[in-house]
């Protein structure tokens, strides 16, 4: 099956540090990818959907500045944190969905990047 | 954007069958029935698919009226290890879901 990977899995950092994640599609070529964020026993949080070559949608109350994002290639998006604060300590997840175009896509998630700001 | 209803938790015992049912009442012509499943610390991990009917793979079948306002997830014999949360997701293709609540199963021994 389609397999996502994330890095790095979990990050310990000091308030006022950037942090940089990044989603990978490994064995297939991603049109759109998207972020979540997962705080312990809630569901997953859409953060912001990213296609290749554009600028990414962010969901309301979701701060652009703040949570950069950028998809250059089919099989590569980044998440910036920008200047970390200890509210932004949580679990992120990407997704990744194909290029067929067709309903069938599913969207396939990484393992997850737990992020501890200090 | 479909929005979803299932139980919140379910317990069951090892070598039961496990059926979890997911409500969608505005799905779209066009949305898939997803299921995922979410270890702690993980992220989810695709079961099956469907759009109607019927469909089994080889951990689970799932189950679509012809009025595709709802499916059940059916787990047969789980084991502990089923223990996780269980999400049912409405959509089409590269657009973006929304996640409900999820059912956290517990199965015991």
């Known amino acids: 099956g389609a397999v996502v990977s994330q890095h790095p899995s979990r990050v310990i950092c000091k308030s006022g540090t950037s942090v940089k994640i990044e989603c990978r599609s490994l064995?297939?070529?991603?049109?759109?990818m998207f972020w979540y964020r997962q705080f312990p026993k809630k569901s997953l949080m859409l953060m912001a959907t990213?296609?290749?070559?554009?600028?990414?949608?962010?969901e309301q109350g979701v701060e652009k500045d703040k949570f950069l994002i950028n998809h250059a290639s089919l099989t590569l998006s980044t998440l910036t944190v920008t200047s970390a604060h200890p509210e932004d300590s949580s679990f992120y997840i990407c997704?990744?969905?194909?290029?067929?175009?067709?309903?069938?896509?599913?969207?396939?998630f990484g393992p997850g990047t737990r992020l501890t700001v200090l | 954007l479909a929005k979803t209803t299932q139980p919140i938790s379910m317990d069951s015992y090892e070598g039961q069958e496990v059926n979890i049912t997911c409500s969608h009442n505005?799905?779209?012509?066009?949305?898939?029935i997803t299921w995922y499943q979410q270890f702690p610390s993980q992220g989810p991990r695709f079961i099956i698919q469907?759009?109607?009917t019927k469909v089994t793979n080889e951990v689970a079948s799932l189950f679509i009226p012809a009025d595709r306002k709802s499916s059940t997830l059916s787990l047969p014999r789980v084991s502990l290890s089923d223990t996780a949360v269980y999400y049912c997701?409405?959509?089409?293709?590269?657009?973006?879901?929304?996640f409900g609540t999820g059912t956290r199963l517990k199965v015991l021994a």
């Open positions: 997704s990744a969905a194909g290029t067929s175009g067709r309903s069938t896509d599913t969207q396939y």
């Open positions: 064995d297939f070529q991603a049109t759109t």
């Open positions: 990213s296609n290749e070559g554009s600028k990414a949608t962010y």
């Open positions: 505005n799905i779209a012509t066009n949305d898939y």
């Open positions: 469907g759009y109607k």
């Open positions: 997701l409405v959509g089409e293709g590269t657009y973006k879901y929304i």
